[in-house]
């Protein structure tokens, strides 16, 4: 299996948007509660090499209650309800590359929050330990990733579009078990951390302060028909 993407396929996506700049996009309403913070930057698409990279990066910063951002954010600083992040990518290479993250905190953490968020987001953050532990998890989870009877066709089929002739887990596996905390870094590097970052806020304005707000990028605000569909 070479992972080619030769598959004949035409099935319609939506491409991802492009910025050349941070941003922020604002929702203001004062009877929102909390902060529900967005994080968006655009890639680029990537190898198969690569493809297999963002899943050990997923597994190390979003991965569950030891995972990078759960660690920091809520635990570490007590920062967010609820935070996640992960780099996702189209395995049919229609569409660029692209990482998003969340964040749900109290008004008057916004700021705080947005800025250990982006501090992740911009800078790889290592800790050997929990890089091996997730390793570990991501190789015993394809390792026992047992495929039923009933859905052996979808998946066969799924992956004859991505241009495989026979189950790529093993190949998956030999390349994790190889990887190591400088390889995942470098594919953060060229495909996360020295890119824009794109933020969206729903929350309350009069909590939060707006100059410190602009320091993340050029600030818009919105409205409600903006984002909504009538």
Known sequence: ???????????????????????????????????????????????????????????????????????????????????????????????????TAYLGTQSDKTIDGIKAMSELLKTFYLQPEKFDVAKQSLVKQYESNYISFRRIPEQVYQWELEGYDSDPRPMYTSMLIQFQPEDIQAFFNANIGKRPIVITIAGNMNRINKKQLSKFGKVSFLEFNDVLNN
Do not use: W
């Open 1 to 99: 299996a070479d992972g080619a993407n030769n598959a004949n396929y035409n099935y319609k996506v939506r491409p991802v948007e492009n910025y050349n700049s941070p941003a922020i996009y604002v929702l203001h309403s004062p009877k929102f509660i909390q902060s529900n913070i967005y994080f968006y930057i655009p890639g680029k698409t990537i190898d198969e090499g690569n493809k297999v990279k963002s899943l050990l990066f997923n597994e190390y910063y979003d991965g569950g209650m030891n995972s990078v951002i759960f660690q920091n954010i809520r635990e570490l600083r007590s920062l967010g309800y609820s935070a996640y992040g992960t780099f996702n990518y189209d395995h049919l290479d229609r569409r660029n590359s692209y990482t």
